[in-house]
């Protein structure tokens, strides 16, 4: 797309429309995320929200946003989205609302739902093309509650729940959701805000169900200095672990070519979940796994 | 029966505290019960952790709303109604507070006269749970130092040598440091379920929705949480060497706690920036660096 009006770090917003003050952790890779995408986005939304970390952000008597927010169990955010883009567009029909004060309907919640509990009401959503943006903050595990494992959780990755390194694989919730042929979806991450405020964006200027899918590097669940959550972020980027890419109109993009891309380890070392991979002994047979895990999805992209 | 909490936050070693504390007891021959209280668990954030001692098999359960001790390694939070330290210290009960303030000046702020005792962390260490594991074994007057450390080797097992070396140092020094007031914390008596009154303030009567769930009818009320507090070390920017480029260390603060002047200029808000210091590691020209909030002079 060349009309972007972010084609340089400078266009981004130099506002910050989210508010300080919030109880998430300090150095939290999905408010960072949050921050940049709401300076976008701004007060003119209706955020529904499902229980995780995030739901955190407003508890009474504060909240840190401009527009509303509400609050749904864990498998409910697709489904509370629903209801309010219907009673919107009632209020729309009955002329009770004037068109130009129609709010963005955005759903927010963490792996543990996006690519879980409330997978079976987002599948129902986008197939009904509810016009609504999904944006999920992906720490890899259960955050909110001490880190347990999630499906989001990547391979040899120490959880609460999986002390010797999570056995399984991180699900690919882009691929599933590509598979509905929804509006919109993309990877993002925080710590490249222009890829990201690029694929907002795009993202506002369609209708349907659109997906931002942000990973959210986290000090607390992953164990690195909060100081660290960019580089550690722009590192999934570098190491190919976090492939940036988007879906429209029925082609998946990718929008960073990591060249040359680093080695897993040089990723997986910045933090405390995959010490076990390194200390007291190179578990060499694993590295080579997720080395090739990654491999074999850059090998597919043409 | 010995009940005694402990107060911190999130990152600051509760729940292995309350652990440590737990089997420094049951290594002196007592029965015991620990616990964490599990809420949101993220750094910074209020947790408490709470520990029972007994002769015998302990029946009472729940939180302990009548303790014999309260430990505090967050000074911060006794001024925080949610964080809940004071609660049950109306009538008896004793309150240990890591804090460099004298205990005359908490008991007179607290209006407990002759019930708070203090520690100022010894040189070199963060306010951390094993330090309140040291006095609140040594305040209780029945855990020998043997049992004491023996209970934190059990505890930070797997936990690099120098880590478990550093953790005993801490809690042998806070140890010998309260050695003065050894035993002065006094047993509560052994509950029965009988005689067991509920507690009062954990009841939660149904309440119409619009009261138990109340609507925020503002926006930006979270300006009004100092999250500042958290922050042990402060980013300071050198605005000789800032180059104005305004987008780094405002756009990757997760909280957007640095705001930019029309001319580039950034300005961090100490009232919320938590201390993560993002913008040190990211600033191009290196122009922000990290000083400890103890020798910060106010902006």
Request: glycine share 10%.
């Amino acid at each position: 797309m060349n009309e972007t009006a972010f084609k340089r770090l400078k266009d981004l917003p130099s506002q910050r429309l989210l508010g300080t003050g919030t109880p998430l952790c300090a150095g939290c890779g999905g408010l960072e995320a949050l921050h940049q995408i709401y300076d976008i986005l701004g007060g003119r939304s209706v955020f529904v929200n499902a229980a995780g970390c995030m739901t955190l952000l407003a508890v009474y008597p504060f909240t840190p946003f401009r527009g509303a927010w509400l609050y749904t169990a864990m498998a409910g955010a697709p489904a509370g989205a629903q209801g309010v883009r219907d009673a919107l567009d009632l209020l729309l029909a009955k002329g009770r609302l004037p068109p130009a004060e129609d709010l963005t309907v955005v759903a927010l919640t963490g792996d543990g739902v996006a690519y879980g509990m409330g997978l079976s009401a987002t599948s129902s959503a986008i197939e009904r093309g509810l016009d609504f943006l999904y944006i999920v903050y992906d720490n890899e595990g259960y955050g909110n509650t001490g880190q347990q494992y999630s499906e989001a959780t990547p391979l040899g990755a120490k959880t609460a729940t999986s002390l010797r390194g999570f056995a399984g694989r991180k699900k690919d919730l882009f691929a599933i959701w590509t598979a509905h042929r929804p509006a919109y979806a993309a990877t993002v991450i925080g710590a490249e805000p222009l890829d990201l405020a690029r694929k907002l964006e795009k993202a506002l200027s369609l209708k349907g169900p659109r997906l931002l899918l942000a990973l959210a590097p986290c000090p607390t669940g992953w164990d690195f200095d909060p100081k660290d959550t960019v580089e550690v972020g722009r590192l999934a980027v570098r190491t190919g672990v976090w492939p940036l890419k988007e879906y429209v109109d029925g082609k998946v993009t990718h929008t960073r070519l990591p060249h040359p891309r680093l080695p897993v380890e040089d990723y997986l070392r910045t933090q405390g979940r995959f010490r076990h991979l390194f200390e007291p002994v190179r578990d060499e047979a694993l590295l080579a796994r997720i080395q090739a895990q990654v491999d074999d999805y850059w090998a597919g992209v043409t | 029966m010995y009940r005694i909490r402990l107060h911190g936050r999130g990152g600051q070693g509760i729940k292995t505290a309350g652990r440590m504390l737990g089997s420094a007891f049951f290594l002196s021959g007592w029965e015991v019960q620990d616990a964490t209280v599990y809420g949101a668990e993220r750094r910074g954030a209020p947790v408490y952790a709470y520990v029972r001692a007994d002769h015998g098999p302990i029946h009472e359960r729940g939180v302990i709303r009548d303790p014999d001790l309260v430990a505090v390694v967050d000074e911060s939070l006794v001024g925080i109604p949610s964080a809940g330290v004071l609660q049950g210290l109306a009538g008896r009960g004793l309150l240990f507070i890591l804090s460099t303030t004298p205990a005359a000046l908490w008991q007179q702020r607290l209006n407990l006269p002759d019930r708070v005792l203090t520690l100022a962390p010894p040189a070199g260490a963060p306010p951390i749970g094993t330090l309140c594991v040291g006095a609140a074994a040594r305040l209780t007057g029945v855990i020998d130092e043997a049992a004491l450390v023996a209970a934190i080797r059990q505890e930070l097992a797997g936990m690099p040598a120098a880590v478990v070396e550093r953790n005993l140092d801490w809690a042998r020094r806070a140890y010998a440091e309260l050695a003065p007031h050894a035993g002065r914390v006094v047993e509560g008596g052994s509950g029965t379920a009988v005689g067991y009154a509920a507690p009062d303030w954990v009841d939660l009567p149904l309440e119409p929705a619009e009261t138990a769930a109340p609507a925020i009818h503002a926006a930006l009320t979270s300006l009004r949480v100092p999250t500042g507090l958290w922050r042990t070390l402060r980013p300071v920017i050198d605005y000789d060497r800032c180059n104005r480029c305004w987008w780094v260390c405002s756009e990757y603060c997760p909280d957007g706690a640095i705001t930019v002047a029309a001319d580039g200029t950034p300005r961090i808000d100490y009232e919320h920036c938590k201390g993560c210091l993002i913008c040190v590691a990211q600033c191009p020209p290196h122009a922000i660096s990290a000083i400890p909030e103890t020798e910060a002079t106010n902006p």
